[in-house]
């Protein structure tokens, strides 16, 4: 049972990128799955949710208009679509899984793939 995050990489301000968030032995449309990124010398914040229920996605003000969340279901898979992206923007990004089962939250974290965003 994991919970694998893919598709950082070096972008120049204003690129683009398109990360993906894989789960294996667990059905991923069961489960809410949000972002989150560090920072160097940051903690690590929000940066987005994807509801199990309807695909309905919320953001933090500052990624909201660029950052699109979307799901697959097919593929057990979620992606964020990061757009017109920034130098602060830079940071690993980690997905995370959450569902509640019988009052118990039941929660996986992917490992962090980086993001560099830089001229």
């Known amino acids: 049972v994991q919970l694998q995050a893919s598709g950082g990489g070096s972008v120049q301000p204003g690129g683009f990128l398109r990360l993906s968030c894989v789960a294996s032995g667990f059905t991923l449309g069961d489960y809410a799955v949000a972002w989150f990124r560090q920072a160097p010398g940051s903690e690590r914040e929000w940066v987005a949710c994807?509801?199990?229920?309807?695909?309905?996605?919320y953001y933090v003000d500052s990624v909201k208009g660029r950052f699109i969340g979307s799901r697959d279901n097919a593929k057990n898979t979620v992606y964020l679509q990061m757009n017109s992206l920034r130098p602060e923007d830079t940071a690993v990004y980690y997905c995370?899984?959450?569902?509640?089962?019988?009052?118990?939250?039941?929660?996986?974290w992917g490992q962090g793939t980086l993001v560099t965003v830089s001229s």
């Open positions: 994807i509801s199990s229920f309807d695909g309905t996605s």
């Open positions: 995370y899984a959450v569902r509640d089962r019988f009052g118990h939250p039941v929660t996986y």
